[in-house]
């Protein structure tokens, strides 16, 4: 199992991506409000966990599950 983690201390968020579900949709990307997703080699990826503002969309949008947030 394949599963990317990225974490705020600060914020008191982590998300996980889990590879090998992860279609690379893009729908996380799309829904996102504050850009923290990017597809990068047909995966997704967070560039900016800072900007998050926990409001679960990528989750909702996932259409494979492949994301898991700490605050949703």
């Known amino acids: 199992m394949t599963i990317e983690k990225w974490s705020s201390k600060e914020l008191g968020i982590e998300i996980e991506i ?10 996380c990307v799309d829904s996102c409000p504050t850009d923290v997703y ?19 969309a ?9 994301i898991k947030h700490s605050s949703c």
Do not use: N, Q, W
């Open 18 to 27: 889990d590879y090998d579900k992860c279609v690379g949709s893009g729908e």
């Open 38 to 56: 990017i597809l990068e080699d047909g995966k997704a990826v967070v560039v900016d966990i800072e900007e998050c503002v926990e409001c679960c």
């Open 58 to 66: 990528c989750v909702d949008a996932c259409p494979v599950v492949a």
